[in-house]
C-alpha cells in the first residue's frame, strides 16, 4: 500500500534558526496536504498542494511540492515558540479517493 | 460554527468492557472520518462515511471495532471487547463536499484500556 515518510522525527532548534522537513511518498501523489498538531492538540489544516512544482508561502512558512510529485517539504523560516507542534504531511494518489495517508509526522522543539 | 464536537475527551476503562465514542461533525458537512493516533504507528484511518454510509471501513483493525453514524450530524465508534493495545487517541474529522479536500479535526478521545 501507499507510504508516505516523513524525515525527520524530531528536530530541536533554537528561536530564530530555519526548521525543514522533509516528506517522501512510494507512490506518485495527486496532492498533498500539511496539518500542524499542537501539543495535546489534534491536527490543524495548513495548506495543500496540487500542482507539480508548486510553491506556496504563508508568512514564514514555505511549503514545496515535487516535480515528480512523490516528495514535499516545509520550510519554516526564523522560528519562533509559536511554531511548537508536530508537523504532518498527507498524500492523496487518486482524484477520487478521500483516503489521505498521514506521515509519522516531525516534532518541533523551539529552544528560547 | 462550533467545529467538530467529540465525546468523551477522556475514557479510563478496563479491559473487555465496551467503549462507545462519539462524534458531531461540522453541520453540512457530507463526509466524517475516524482516526486513532498512537506513538507507534501515527496517524491512521480507521473508517469513513460519506452522507451517512460507510464507504472504506479496511483501517478498522478487526471485528472488535464498529462504526455508525446514523443521521448526519452523529457517529458512534464502539470497542467491543476493548483491550490495552486499544488505548490511543481517536480523532473524528469531517469535510465539507467532494471536491473540497480539507478534514477538520475534532479534539479528539483520549482512551486509556487498562
Redesign the interface.
Known sequence: GQQVMQIPQYQHVQEGEDFTTYCNSSTTLS?I?WYKQRPG?????LI?LVKSGEVKKQKRLTFQFGEAKKNSSLHITATQTTDVGTY?C?G?TGAGS????????TKLSVIP | DAGVIQSPRHEVTEMGQEVTLRCKPISGHD?L?WYRQTMMR????LI?F?NNVP??DSGMPEDRFSAKMPNASFSTLKIQPSEPRDSAVY?C?S?PWAIT????????TRLTVL
Open positions: 496532492n496536504q492538540g489534534h491536527p490543524v489544516f495543500q504532518f498527507a492523496r478521500y483516503q489521505l495517508t498521514f506521515g509519522k509526522g | 463526509y472520518f501515527g496517524l491512521e484511518l469513513y460519506n464507504i472504506d480523532f474529522a469535510s479536500d480539507t478534514q477538520y479535526f475534532g479534539p479528539g
